[in-house]
Nanobody
Framework: QVQLVESGGRLVQAGGSLRLSCAVS????????MGWFRQAPGKEREFVAQ???????EYADSVKGRFTVSRDNAKNMLYLQMNSLKPEDTAVYYC?????????WGQGTQVTVAS
């Protein structure tokens, strides 16, 4: 059973930085592409970033150049470094495999960026 536990979200001022973490269990982490996703109030969940099992990265245009996704296969951990945060980055952030396992969505972690 896949378990995903996100952490690190909080209230931050515009222009600030945050590092999100995701603890992964129940799968062979090193062999999976992993992604970060977010859902803002009243909007659909959207793709933010991906890191493949080979550590190739991909980003949504809205975060390119500001966010960095990384992974630690020894610890089964996924990270998202978020810099130059904007109010429009406010959302609940989730990690999952990519493509996502629908039954594995965790609680997410709330990021709120104040202007």
């Amino acid at each position: 059973q896949v378990q995903l536990v996100e952490s690190g979200g909080r209230l931050v001022q515009a222009g600030g930085s945050l590092r999100l973490s995701c603890a992964v269990s129940g799968l062979t982490f090193s062999g999976h592409n992993m992604g970060w996703f977010r859902q803002a109030p009243g909007k659909e969940r959207e793709f933010v970033a991906q890191i493949t099992f080979a550590s190739t990265t991909e980003y949504a245009d809205s975060v390119k150049g500001r966010f960095t996704v990384s992974r630690d296969n020894a610890k089964n951990m996924l990270y998202l470094q978020m810099n130059s945060l904007k109010p429009e980055d406010t959302a609940v952030y989730y990690c999952n495999t990519n493509p996502p396992v629908s039954s594995a969505w965790g609680q997410g972690t709330q990021v709120t960026v104040a202007s």
